[in-house]
């Protein structure tokens, strides 16, 4: 079973970048596609950016053009570079699997957009 462990979250002005990291474990990790969730205060998680496991990438229109998704199958390590935040990306973002068979959900790294 694969886990996983987001982190590179934290405080930054409108504007401004951060880079997430999620490391996960398992030998299955490469043959999973593999998103980035976020859950807004009051809101339900959705599903932001995936990426397969051949590297093709799907961005829903709110980031469209300001996030980037990338992974690195040797490291086990999918990336979000998140470039022009924007108060309204504020939220605990998670990463998974894309799909009916989701891994265990890990804690989360909180991004805050805030002047």
């Known amino acids: 079973q694969v886990q996983v462990a987001e982190s590179g979250g934290g405080l930054v002005q409108p504007g401004g970048s951060l880079r997430l990291s999620c490391a996960a474990t398992g030998s299955a990790f490469s043959y999973h596609a593999m998103g980035w969730y976020r859950r807004a205060p009051g809101k339900s998680r959705e599903l932001v950016v995936y990426i397969t496991r051949d590297g093709s990438t799907n961005y829903d229109d709110s980031v469209k053009g300001r996030f980037t998704i990338s992974r690195d199958n040797a490291k086990n390590t999918v990336y979000l570079q998140m470039d022009g935040l924007k108060p309204e990306d504020t939220a605990l973002y998670y990463c998974?699997?894309?799909?009916?068979?989701?891994?265990?959900w890990g804690q989360g790294t909180q991004v805050t957009v805030s002047s």
């Open positions: 998974n699997s894309v799909g009916l068979n989701l891994f265990t």
